[in-house]
């Protein structure tokens, strides 16, 4: 069984920072597919940022240049690291581990989830 507990979230004012980080337990970490998903009052959760190794990862267009995600398969913890954060990046952020085979950028590929953390940007 694997677990992912996220923590880091917080209230912070717009242009701050904020670091997400999600450990997993289990012994596989370096074969999941690590993602960040969020989920804003009243809308659909949505992709944030994955990455498949400490090489390959890709951004929703909203964060890029913003959001930073990085693993470290040592410790089985991922992290995401938001800067320039904006009041519209509001939201319950979800970590999630994955090994279907689905684009990795969709929800369909990770068959593990987090509790959440509740990340709220003022203006």
Known sequence: ????????????????????SCAVSGRTFSTYAMGWFRQAPGKER???ATSRSASTTYYADS????????????????????NSLKPEDTAVY????GSRFAPITTMRAYEYWGQGTQVTVSS
């Open 1 to 20: 069984q694997v677990q992912l507990v996220e923590s880091g979230g917080g209230l912070v004012q717009a242009g701050g920072s904020l670091r997400l």
């Open 46 to 48: 949505e992709f944030v």
């Open 63 to 82: 964060v890029k240049g913003r959001f930073t995600i990085s693993r470290d398969n040592a410790k089985n913890t991922v992290y995401l690291q938001m």
């Open 94 to 97: 979800y970590c999630a581990a």
